[in-house]
Structures are given as structure tokens and as C-alpha cells.
């Protein structure tokens, strides 16, 4: 687990300091870390800055990292433009979207359809659905749905599912959490990490 205790320092230096939420998910099959930060530069909120620090570690020590920035400008009706920056263990790229989005106390919805900008063409579809119902003045429901798909001109390349049930008390959440993941034209590999989740956000 040394490699997972180097990536975990790595994610809480950041997190803490500029980061708005940090996840800990330890599963049946391996440790989820999630690092996330958002910035935005004027008051209408029209743009803004979103930044992503993700790590799977499993228990044999295989480490998988993801670092993404996305710059959005987002129109009054939720729709808009992103600009999306990654790395990862695989290579790195850039993609070019559409996305949409809205955001209250209760729903949050988050969309983005993508082209990556490379030699080769290939599609993704990124969406975050959360929901955060408030139970009493110290309880709220919390609730997050997390779906990315990723395609080529052969067909589907990958496919991933996230999914968190819980409760939120003072900016800190909890709960079950489930990840799966498809590889393949056909969904031929198949992955489930069921486990539980701890999250604060700031």
C-alpha cells in the first residue's frame, strides 16, 4: 500500500490547498481517492475553472491516475463550452464540448458531450447527477450518479459508473458507494468495486 499512501498525500496537499472536496472510498477490490476544486472568474458565473485529481489503487499495489482541468463558459440558460485538459496513466489529450449545467441546495446536473482533439476521432459523454434533499436543520440526503462513456469510430472503448447513496451531516458525507466499469465493443471486461465512501466538501 506505499504507492497509495504517496498519491494520498499527494491529493490531500492539494485538496487543502485549493480543493472544495475530497472522497475516500475504500471497495472490495481496490481504494477510490477523488480531489476536486472549482473556481469561478466573474460574478455571474459565467466562467469557470474545474479541476479533477483521481487515483484507484489496488490491493496488489496497481495504480491507476487521472488529472483533468475543464474551462467552461456557461450561458444563462446552462448551456455552454468546455475546453477539457488530461492526463492520465494511459497518455494525455484534450477534448472540445458542449455541456450544461444547473445547480441548487437540492439537484445538481451536469453534462458534457465531448470530441477529443487528436489524429484519431473519438466521442465522450461525462455526466454528474446529485441530489441533496435537506431531512432536518442537521441532516440531508445525499445522493450522486456519475456516468462517462468513451467511443471510437469501431464503437464503444469504455464505460464507467459511479454511484453514491448516503447521508450528509455538516458538510460531510457518507455512505454505500458502488463503481463499475465496461471495456470493449462489447462490454467483454467486466468491473465491480462495491464498498462504502467518506466525502467533505467545503
Known amino acids: 500500500m506505499k504507492s497509495f499512501f504517496t498519491f494520498l498525500g499527494f491529493f490531500l496537499g492539494t485538496f487543502f490547498l485549493s480543493g472544495q472536496s475530497f472522497e475516500l472510498m475504500p471497495g472490495t ?16 458565473r459565467h466562467w469557470s475553472l474545474f479541476s479533477r485529481s ?8 496497481q495504480t491507476n491516475l487521472f ?8 450561458t444563462s440558460s446552462g448551456f455552454g463550452g468546455t475546453v477539457v485538459g488530461r492526463i492520465s496513466s494511459t497518455g494525455a489529450g484534450g477534448d472540445l464540448g458542449i ?19 487528436q489524429s484519431e476521432i473519438g466521442l465522450s459523454w461525462f455526466s454528474i447527477l446529485r441530489y441533496t434533499a435537506q431531512i432536518n436543520d442537521r441532516w440531508r ?11 471510437s469510430i469501431e464503437g464503444h472503448v469504455a464505460s464507467v459508473q459511479r454511484l453514491r447513496a448516503g447521508l450528509d451531516r455538516n458538510g460531510y458525507q457518507f455512505g454505500l458507494a458502488l463503481n463499475m466499469a465496461g471495456l470493449g465493443p462489447n462490454y467483454e471486461t467486466r468491473d465491480q468495486n462495491p464498498g462504502v465512501f467518506v466525502r467533505k466538501q467545503f
Open 67 to 74: 488529472m483533468g482541468a475543464y474551462a467552461n463558459y456557461t
Open 141 to 151: 440526503v445525499y445522493s450522486s450518479l456519475e456516468l462517462f462513456s468513451n467511443f
Open 99 to 117: 455541456h450544461f449545467f444547473k445547480a441548487n441546495r437540492t439537484f445538481l446536473v451536469y453534462a458534457l458531450a465531448s470530441v477529443e482533439l
Open 29 to 44: 477490490e481496490r481504494v477510490f481517492v477523488d480531489a476536486q476544486w472549482l473556481k469561478t472568474f466573474d460574478e455571474d
Open 54 to 61: 483521481r487515483a484507484t489503487v489496488n490491493y496488489d499495489e
